[in-house]
């Protein structure tokens, strides 16, 4: 009896430190989502104009610029650009992430050859597990992230692109709502989509200057660069979101199992304190005899 009263005392004593620690993940994410929550929604007004903007001056050259980066043609070797996170502990984040890609080539493009550039270390270590073609270059990025480090990735991706070393190019994350939802999101890259026009919308007349090839040709790469930024902003926010969601969850988990462990300590307290008390009454009751 003993050694299960000490069993269930241990039980408990480690189910409290490891509900420290995981209060202690969920206060730090938290700090960091505030932060990363700044980031992410001051940058996405900016960035889905600069895209809006981009797409209706595409839509209204029809087809008399030529421009590497909006170039279609049909689609043999595909890039995937699959946003994880470093680190677990995060819930289903990375395995949701992983389990899109996969989905994406497995229904989207089974018959091309798909390329898997990594940003973050949870997303190579399982794709590259899963015998994918995967480049590990920018899985860094989380360790010093800044548009700096993103804009290597994505002058990288429209280098490849232009060369014709891929004809579609695809970026793989999860867009930040809030701490408690992420939309998990496939989204092209290149070519640059064109927005469609609705029935009977009139034509938009720009005026430019300088000329539209000088301008386009200079104002493409800053709005690729910055729409690849954007997404791994929102990845950070996501990831910290969905860690402090799942650390708030594991704590409240360890608090029920708490409140069982206690519960059948005090059981097995009572039932040796019922016994040991009949043992010397046992006793008592032997000896008068």
Request: charged share 25%; hydrophobic share 40%; aromatic share 6%.
């Amino acid at each position: 009896m003993a050694g299960q009263l000490n069993e269930v005392r241990n039980r408990i004593k480690s189910t409290q430190s490891t509900q420290q620690l995981t209060k202690a993940m969920k206060m730090v994410s938290a700090a960091k989502l505030r932060r990363a929550q700044d980031a992410i929604t001051q940058m996405r007004p900016y960035t889905r104009k600069l895209q809006e903007m981009l797409g209706n001056i595409l839509s209204s050259l029809e087809g008399d610029v030529n421009l590497a980066l909006a170039e279609t043609r049909p689609v043999n070797n595909v890039l995937l650009i699959v946003i994880t996170s470093d680190r677990g502990l995060c819930g289903g984040y990375n395995a949701n992430l992983v389990k899109l890609a996969k989905t994406t080539i497995t229904e989207k493009y089974p018959k091309q050859k798909v390329t898997i550039w990594n940003i973050g270390k949870k997303g190579y270590e399982s794709l590259s597990k899963a015998g994918f073609t995967t480049n590990a270059n920018f899985k860094d990025i989380f360790l010093n992230l800044n548009f700096a480090n993103v804009q290597l990735a994505a002058q990288a991706a429209m280098d490849a692109f232009s060369n014709k070393e891929f004809d579609a190019i695809e970026i793989i994350y999860s867009e930040f709502k809030n701490a408690a939802t992420q939309v998990f999101t496939a989204e092209q890259f290149l070519p640059v989509p064109k927005i469609i026009k609705k029935e009977n919308q009139k034509k938009i007349d720009f005026i430019f200057e300088p000329q539209k090839e000088v301008l386009v040709a200079e104002l493409m790469p800053k709005i690729l660069n910055t729409q690849l930024f954007k997404a791994v902003l929102d990845a950070n926010a996501s990831e910290h979101g969905a860690r402090m969601t799942a650390m708030d969850k594991a704590s409240e988990n360890a608090n029920e199992l708490l409140k069982s462990l206690k519960l059948s300590y005090n059981r097995a307290r009572q039932a040796a304190i019922t016994t040991e008390l009949t043992e010397i009454v046992s006793g008592a009751a032997a000896l008068n005899g």
